[in-house]
């Protein structure tokens, strides 16, 4: 069953002494583009998750969130740095000896300053961290892709409906086709009755440029091709390999082969029949744009 590349996955558990988050979310696009916003210290997961989820996702713009919180406090420690610290002590005496202030400088406003008390890590194994982190990517994944099915399941019904409104469409072409040849020769049968007068008509002439009109009219082969695009498109939908490529190859053929028939057509009846035809396509090619 097709899939679409709309859909949202998300899971939380704790693994290690760590609180792991993982959200992902994908929407349409021509190829596979890949963003991933992780903490500084864990800039490493990005390709490895990018690398993972290429395994299961082809086309669509994939957005990945990732939070790591530590439960145990051994891992996480303050550092001063004594060099900044020493510089913002000696910078305030100085203010304070200039402007004739207080030179009372207490420990909590020399913290004040971001760069003297520097939060720090343990080192992480990348390894280690991407075990952990893996299986809830995993079932984050998991929860994306059935959101994807589902979407893709609605999808398929409604693309179906479409393609087989374009058949009922063919079917009226193809029965009135014929009625263009008959109703053009009655034209020029009357047409030559008027301006001979009641004189012999030469009914090899009617004959010969009834074949000329048909033969130039004829949009068989255009209905042959357009109905073997659809029954293909219909098979492909069955897929369960990505196909919106293939899929999107093929409206560009319905769609040629609808605006062959429309060209050829001198009948207003047809006319209306392929603009209601060029419609469905186009109501196709515009959701198909949402098919892995």
Excluded at 29 to 50: A, I, T
Excluded at 142 to 153: D, K, P
């Amino acid at each position: 069953m097709i899939q679409s590349m709309t859909g949202f996955g998300r899971y939380e558990e704790t693994v290690n002494g760590r609180r792991i988050l993982v959200e992902i979310k994908s929407v349409n696009h021509r190829f596979f583009e890949f963003s991933c916003r992780v903490g500084r210290d864990y800039g490493f997961l990005e390709e490895k998750l990018k690398t993972f989820l290429q395994q299961y996702l082809t086309r669509g713009k994939v957005d990945v969130y990732v939070s790591i919180a530590s439960l145990e406090s051994s891992s996480v420690g303050v550092q001063i740095n004594h060099a900044a610290a020493a510089g913002y002590v000696a910078a305030l005496r100085e203010l304070s000896k200039t402007y004739g202030l207080s030179d009372v400088i207490t420990p909590g406003e020399v913290a004040r300053f971001g760069d003297v008390c520097v939060l720090c890590r343990e080192p992480e194994d990348e390894n280690v961290l991407w075990d952990a982190v893996r299986p809830v990517a995993e079932k984050a994944l998991q929860a994306l892709l059935s959101m994807r099915a589902a979407e893709g399941e609605k999808l398929s019904v409604s693309l179906q409906g479409h393609a087989r409104r374009i058949l009922e469409l063919v079917e009226k072409v193809e029965a009135r086709s014929p009625e263009t040849v008959r109703a053009y020769e009655e034209r020029l049968r009357a047409k030559l009755e008027e301006v001979l007068e009641g004189q012999n008509i030469d009914e090899s002439r009617i004959v010969t440029e009834a074949a000329i009109f048909a033969d130039k009219v004829a949009v068989e082969e255009e209905t042959v091709r357009l109905r073997s695009h659809v029954a293909q498109f219909l098979e492909m939908l069955k897929e369960t390999q990505p196909v919106g490529r293939k899929l999107d190859f093929l409206i560009q053929e319905m769609n040629r082969e609808a605006n062959t028939i429309g060209s050829k057509c001198m009948d207003s009846q047809i006319a209306y029949v392929v603009v209601d035809m060029k419609a469905e396509i186009e109501k196709l090619r515009e959701q198909i744009q949402n098919i892995e």
